[in-house]
């Protein structure tokens, strides 16, 4: 399949057989956080939070205090500072230093908030790593940080170097299980957005398919595709593709199920209708295989590293009935590619 930058390896991609299953779910497992304003954003944060949302912060990326706190959003860490959120986690970055709330705001020059950290008793992370041992607030309990870390840094030497804090889950889905989030890469040629966390717990997979057990999610989308870091520029068409990977990353967990083996196929509803207000295209296929974009190495597993692929209904329907090979020859014969084209032509109807 054409790819828009000759400098990544091309995806193989099984030339027969059928999708392990189809998969059908609803368009939102829960509503996503409307990004039309901040304050419409921080309303919403505190209605789910009522509602018995948790604040996750299985690594730094994930942290919402964090986010604020680098988005200069005083009033929202006015809000979380009166949560039961741990204002004092600490995370280990790549340099071998601490880092927590209170620190990264000093760090950051945001005086405003940093007197808000203080007043609400947070303290400056641990100097030794002696102190660190009887002092620091694991989140191992919610998430591995380094594994995650781990896929970042696999993302970033295939793609380039990451948004920090692009967009950050303020909420997970499910109170027990896995928190994911979504990150961005955005470069000269396209923007890659991809999932941490879906691998935190296995997938229940079927008996002799346990190389399939762990899974993150990847999608590819046009270098001018507006991102949920451009507040003003995002909007329900901008969105959808970040709401449905968090979608499908959670689908297996809440199901106790799994994406299949290589590939599956992804429907919206029966029969599809479109993924977003800007598109046609009602399906996914998620494609995986053994090669240095889609493994990634973790430190207890190997993780299958999805791309995730728009299509229409009728392409869709031609996998099911004639098998990957002739979906990948009729995608091919229009010159789709892996950068998501909200416009471009049903590869089987013209």
């Given at each position: 399949m054409p790819e828009r930058s000759t400098s990544e390896p091309t995806t193989p991609i099984p030339t027969c057989g059928q999708p392990s299953q189809s998969i059908t779910i609803p368009y939102r497992i829960h509503p996503p956080i409307p990004w039309e304003s901040q304050e419409n954003e921080l309303e919403i944060a505190k209605f789910l939070h009522t509602r018995g949302a948790h604040l996750g912060i299985a690594s730094l990326h994930e942290n919402p205090l964090i986010t604020a706190i680098a988005e200069g959003r005083a009033e929202f860490v006015e809000w979380l500072l009166s949560t039961d959120i741990d204002r004092d986690a600490?995370?280990?970055?790549?340099d071998g230093h601490l880092l927590?709330?209170?620190?990264?705001?000093?760090?950051?020059?945001?005086?405003?908030?940093?007197?808000?950290?203080?007043?609400?008793?947070c303290t400056m992370p641990p100097e030794s790593d002696s102190d660190a041992e009887?002092?620091?607030?694991?989140?191992?309990?919610?998430?591995?940080?380094?594994?995650?870390?781990l896929i970042v840094q696999h993302m970033t030497e295939v793609f380039g170097p990451t948004e920090e804090f692009s967009l950050q889950e303020i909420f997970p889905v499910v109170s027990e299980g896995p928190s994911v989030a979504v990150n961005v890469i955005s470069s000269a040629d396209r923007v890659v957005i991809f999932t941490t966390g879906m691998s935190d717990e296995a997938m229940s997979v079927t008996e002799g398919q346990e190389d399939f057990q762990y899974a993150e999610l990847m999608m590819q989308l046009p270098a001018d595709w507006p991102t949920p870091r451009d507040l003003d520029a995002a909007d329900e068409g901008s969105?959808?593709?970040?709401?449905?990977?968090?979608?499908?990353?959670?689908?297996?967990?809440?199901?106790?199920?799994?994406?299949?083996?290589?590939?599956?196929?992804?429907?919206?509803?029966?029969?599809?209708t479109p993924l977003g207000p800007n598109t046609k295209q009602t399906c996914f296929l998620l494609v995986t295989s053994a090669n240095v974009i889609c493994q990634?190495?973790?430190?207890?597993?190997?993780?299958?590293?999805?791309r995730v692929l728009p299509l229409y209904t009728e392409e869709r329907n031609l996998l099911l009935e004639k098998g990957i090979g002739a979906l990948w020859e009729s995608l091919q014969a229009k010159g789709a590619g892996y950068v998501l084209d909200v416009d471009r032509a049903n590869s089987v109807t013209g």
């Open positions: 600490l995370y280990r970055k790549e927590n709330a209170l620190k990264y705001a000093r760090e950051q020059g945001r005086k405003e908030i940093v007197k808000m950290l203080e007043a609400a008793g009887s002092n620091e607030r694991s989140t191992a309990g919610k998430g591995d940080s380094r594994n995650h870390e969105l959808w593709p970040f709401t449905w990977l968090r979608q499908i990353a959670y689908h297996p967990h809440l199901n106790d199920t799994w994406l299949g083996g290589e590939y599956t196929v992804i429907s919206l509803e029966d029969p599809p990634v190495a973790l430190q207890n597993k190997v993780c299958n590293v999805y």
